[in-house]
């Protein structure tokens, strides 16, 4: 969505909800210095505009056991609107994806694929994947480590 419409204000609710959604009216009018019932007024604004477009909690995946992310290149055997919408249609059905960017370049798809280990990170490429009609190649990369993950919008 366009940045018109919102002020320094808004930003500054924004920074700070995008750090901590669960932020009380209160706590957010002592960090942008606004009165809550202001920043109730503003966040409600923001909600309904479509600036803020969902709250969630963000897990521990190694506590429940997701112990790789896996980068997975995809290249589709046509390309063609129709392998495109059932490649997002197979994609979107999968659990293990975290995030999925169609691409310029070399690859058509890049995926960011969360496994319990390498056995789950094989099943899922040989008995998801693979097989697809509309696949012709992947190429999978296991991180080795994570060095930023969830870094907020620069506002």
């Known amino acids: 969505m366009q ?3 919102i002020d320094e204000f808004d930003r500054k609710i924004l920074r700070a909800l995008q ?8 706590d ?26 969902a709250y969630h909690a963000v897990l521990d995946r190694e506590r429940l056991g997701f112990g790789l992310v896996n980068l997975i290149s995809v290249t589709l055997s046509t ?8 490649f997002a249609k197979l994609i979107g059905g999968l659990p293990e994806v975290m995030d999925a960017y169609a ?18 990170l094989s099943t899922f490429v040989n008995e998801h994947l693979l097989p697809h009609e509309t696949v012709q190649n992947v ?8 060095i930023k993950e969830g870094g907020g919008l620069p506002l």
């Open 103 to 120: 691409l310029t370049g070399e690859m058509d798809y890049m995926l960011k694929v969360i496994t319990k280990d390498l056995k789950s």
């Open 79 to 86: 390309h063609n609107r129709d392998n495109a919408r059932q």
């Open 28 to 53: 957010l009018s002592d960090r942008v210095n606004l009165s809550a019932s202001q920043c109730a007024r503003r966040r409600v604004r923001l909600e309904e505009g479509g600036w803020i477009s």
């Open 3 to 5: 940045e018109s419409g």
């Open 19 to 26: 750090k901590d959604g669960r932020l009380s009216n209160a």
């Open 139 to 146: 190429k999978t990369a296991i991180v080795l480590e994570t």
